[in-house]
């Protein structure tokens, strides 16, 4: 089976783990931990940056670093995976669903100023919701599969109705704004990564935030770490053990040393998938916004055709072939756990979902392995449009 997208660990992972085992320094405190931050911090443009246990982490105990929690709402793009709504929920606080953009894909900045202006008013630490009540204190725009999303006019919308921009960059390592300026300097407020196993970058598990407020760094550091105070057994807030092991920044730091290397992988893998869906006339590679440089975490085509067998057919086709082919996330107000959440009507993301294809993407991906994928999607997509 060719899988979706696995890590690659063809570089000086295990000689660093070695040195982990070596050196005795396994844990939560070492000098792979101090590189890792450091460079992200760097990548990001920031002054600091903490790492975490996971991207889900990283998410919430930014909010909570926030004063984000009970009572309190932050918007986000319904088209996500379910940690971006589950680290609110983490945090104390409740979701506001709403659409993205049908050419993008990103979080649509006029659907969530209407929604915000006509039912929000004014408040001293951003915006109550008229209907629940609650405190509107920030966005949370995701970088879906490493596009980067008009971060211009998302730090326009915070500025305008007093918000905190909290990005999910979760796997947007290695992208960049506009004329190439770090994520950390576009004006947001914190940029959150993962470093899951699929993610372009891995540590195994992992996540981080970047952020020019360094005193929120050093406040999630805290709530990273059982918020201990001193050298003894003194803790001042009810906090977490969410922090990342050396172990884990080992594999980071090596994994980083191949950032461009995986970057551009991951661009020819978009290009040979882009170019197959420009041959078909129901198929359209996945957007590219102009917002920056993307990371393309994620390629394949999807679907605009009218069939909605076609999905499941294409999968099953795949799979027979010897290629992983999986849905692509379900949008948030479509999950049980946040049936009961505020939502805003859903033109895109409610029916786009099921037209995504997210196509094997390893960054050591052969020349034959992705031949054979575009051999096995030729076959169907031929048959189908010769047929219809
Ligand atoms: C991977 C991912 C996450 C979660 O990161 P974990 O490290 O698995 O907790 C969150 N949001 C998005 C958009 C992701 O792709």
Sequence with gaps: MIPL??????????????????????????????????????????PSAVVLCS????????????????NDL????????????????????????????????????????????SKTDPHADGRIHRE???????????????????????CDL?????????VDAAAAIGTSGINGVKLGMTGVDAVCYSFNGNKTV????????????????????????TGRVGANYDHDIVAYNYRMTNLQAAVGVAQLERLDEFLNAKQVIRNTYAEFASKFEVLDAF?????????????????TGEDPEVGQKFRNHMKSSGIDLRPFWKPIHLQAPYRAALVEPMHVAGD?????????????????????????????????????
């Design 5 to 46: 997208a696995i890590p690659n660990l063809q570089g000086r992972e295990a000689d660093y783990l070695q040195d982990c085992i070596t050196s005795t320094f396994v844990s939560t405190v070492g000098p792979f931990v101090t590189n890792f931050e450091g460079q992200i911090a760097t990548l990001s443009g920031t």
């Design 74 to 117: 932050v918007m986000l793009p319904s088209l996500t995976f379910i940690a971006t709504p589950n680290s609110v929920k983490h945090a104390g606080a409740d979701v506001w669903l709403v659409d993205v953009h049908a050419s993008d894909w990103t979080m649509d900045v006029s659907l969530a100023r209407d929604a915000i202006l």
């Design 55 to 70: 991207g889900t982490t990283a998410l919430h105990l930014t909010l909570e670093g926030l004063d984000i929690g009970e």
């Design 352 to 388: 786009l979902w099921q037209r995504i294809f997210p196509l094997p993407c390893s960054t050591h991906l052969t020349p034959e392995q992705l031949d054979t994928v575009l051999d096995a999607a030729s076959v169907f997509w031929t048959a189908y449009e010769g047929t219809s």
């Design 158 to 166: 915070a500025r305008e109705f007093g918000l905190k921009v909290v």
């Design 202 to 225: 891995t540590c195994g598990g992992g996540g981080a935030v970047a952020s020019n407020n360094s005193a929120l760094i050093t406040r999630i550091k805290h709530l990273s770490s």
């Design 287 to 303: 957007p590219e916004p102009q917002f920056g440089r993307n990371g393309h975490w994620f390629s394949g085509f999807w679907y």
């Design 132 to 154: 629940t009540g609650k405190i509107l204190k920030a966005i949370m725009p995701v970088m879906i599969m490493g596009a980067v999303p008009d971060l211009d006019g998302l």
